[in-house]
């Protein structure tokens, strides 16, 4: 990797361009057809499909609710990340991330740690967020990633992701606290 990323929040419909747009697609593409958990759980998946998600994901943004972050190497989408939070006075202390994901080309260079610490900055700093929470995919490593940044299994909804008839996969909820 020639330098360290660069991050990017965007807290509005607005904060999106046709050009980011297409970089967060395509990078969802990719991640997706690689056989990661980043939302899709059946690959292959096309543009279409994935920007209409996108979109929804988009139309949503907002500072107290929802927001995007990316990070860019060398002025390219290198990965990404959703994080929200429900503003229900009994949760509204915690959010959680979702869509986690990296292009496949730069995995191993760190990008993705400093994703994730730069979200609970944000959480903390800019949300007054006490705590993050996620769902993650079992059996493909995820929870020994999240781990090695502070996070911690509380619980796994056993074989509740069906992939194929005899692939079923847990379902692991992790927490991040304090931020």
Known sequence: MASAPTFQQLISPDD??????RALTECWVEVTN????AGFPFPPVDVATVASVL????NLLSPDTSRL???SVDGELSGWLNVRRDRFELVAHWGTLHHVQTRTAIRGHGVGRALMNE???I???EMGLEQLHLAARGDVGLEDFYGRLGWKEVGRWPGALRLAPSDDRDEILMILAPL
């Open 16 to 21: 999106v361009t046709p050009q980011l747009r």
């Open 34 to 37: 690689a056989g990661d958990a």
């Open 55 to 58: 979109d929804g994901i988009i």
């Open 69 to 71: 972050l990316t990070a």
């Open 119 to 121: 979200v609970r900055r």
């Open 123 to 125: 959480a903390r700093e």
